[in-house]
């Protein structure tokens, strides 16, 4: 079982920066994908980011490139989403998922994904 820790979430300026952090619980974290994921009220969960268990293959949903950039500390179970030049429509809730390495194939669909987190609210103002 894998328990995961969004953190970092808040209220922001649009053009403003966040960092988000998941720890997680797993003593093999390091051969877990992760992934970020949100949802917006009355919209489904999209994928965001996501990272190979060594981290050298990162992904982006094309609303993100350029903006938000994806990190993992293995030593100490913790994935990171620094967003910046944050925009309106970036304000969801965001979750953090770990999904079994060699069940990834797009590493962006939600059934890829077998551990969520609770979330973490991001709120941009304008």
């Known amino acids: 079982q894998v328990q995961l820790t969004e953190s970092g979430g808040g209220l922001v300026p649009a053009g403003g920066s966040l960092r988000l952090s998941c720890a997680a619980s797993?003593?093999?974290?390091?051969?877990?994908?992760m992934g970020w994921f949100r949802q917006a009220p009355g919209k489904e969960r999209d994928f965001v980011a996501a990272i190979s268990w060594n981290g050298r293959s990162t992904f982006y949903a094309d609303s993100v490139k350029g903006r938000f950039t994806i990190s993992r500390d293995n030593a100490e179970n913790t994935v990171y989403l620094q967003m910046n030049s944050l925009k309106l429509e970036d304000t969801a809730v965001y979750y953090c998922?770990?999904?079994?390495?060699?069940?990834?194939?797009?590493?962006?669909?939600?059934?890829?994904?077998?551990?969520w987190g609770q979330g973490t609210q991001v709120t941009v103002s304008s």
């Open positions: 998922a770990a999904g079994r390495t060699p069940t990834m194939v797009t590493f962006t669909r939600r059934y890829e994904y077998s551990y």
């Open positions: 797993a003593p093999t974290f390091s051969s877990y994908a």
